[in-house]
């Protein structure tokens, strides 16, 4: 009767100690899943092809209208560059990528309490922020440690945010209308790109003989 007691002791703690390892797991397991590169590089170019093709295809689209579109795809961006800071164990990738989730936390809190926002001020507000997270992806695209294939999509994606910028820094007047065309091409553009790289790298992944070497 003692041996049967000790037995289903042994055997309640054994399962308890499972238990207590498998939760504290859990929080690993999903770091690696869901914050894994392909995963948020996938999670960020679908919503922002599908907002691209929403803001080229409304017709006679207002500022207000403009305003939420861009508001969504920045909560977004600022979602995807803290997954990918949180998924990081680096302290300088990390800073930058909470700076890039910050700056676009602020780019869309801001378009959304600005009382009557003009065009000409949203296209200028929209231009300062996609220079400077053009800067900042090209900076992170020289950081220690990155492969060579999400070095590539990072140098590719902030070239494309700086002549985002640039053409609107040429063109602060071009309207509403234009104004969501030409971030809708280019919300298209960044889509497709990360979409693309997160099929790469899930690739990449699954065969060794893919695998790339770290920068130095």
């Known amino acids: 009767m003692a041996n049967a ?4 002791e042994v055997g309640q703690r054994t399962v308890h100690s499972r238990f207590v390892s498998g939760t504290r797991r859990l929080p690993r397991i999903w770091k690696v899943t869901m914050l894994s590169s392909p995963n948020v590089l996938l999670w960020r170019g679908l919503p922002a092809v599908v907002i691209g ?10 500022v ?10 920045a909560f977004m961006s600022a979602a995807t560059d803290a997954a990918r800071a949180f998924a990081g164990d680096r302290v300088g990738p990390v800073l930058g990528w909470l700076l890039l ?3 676009s936390l602020a780019a869309g809190v801001i378009a959304l309490a600005w009382p009557g926002i ?12 996609a220079l400077t997270t053009g800067v900042m992806e090209i900076v992170l ?4 440690g990155e492969k060579a294939g999400e070095r590539a999509l990072f140098l590719l994606t902030g070239l494309v945010s700086i002549a985002f910028a640039f053409v609107l820094f040429v063109r602060p007047d071009i309207g509403a209308v234009s104004l ?3 971030f809708g ?31 130095a």
Do not use: K
Not at 118 to 129: D, N, P, S, V
Not at 198 to 215: A, W
């Open 5 to 8: 007691t000790a037995s289903g």
């Open 101 to 103: 989730a910050l700056l």
């Open 185 to 215: 091409l280019f919300s298209i553009v960044y889509g497709v790109s990360a979409v693309f790289a997160s099929f790469e790298e899930r690739r990449r992944r699954t065969d060794p003989s893919r695998s790339e070497p770290t920068s």
């Open 118 to 129: 003009t065009a000409l001020a949203l296209t200028i507000w929209i231009a300062a922020w």
């Open 53 to 62: 093709i929403v803001s080229v295809t409304w017709p006679g689209i207002t």
């Open 141 to 144: 695209a020289f950081q220690r």
């Open 64 to 73: 207000g209208a403009f305003v939420i579109l861009f508001a969504v795809y």
């Open 180 to 182: 969501a065309t030409v």
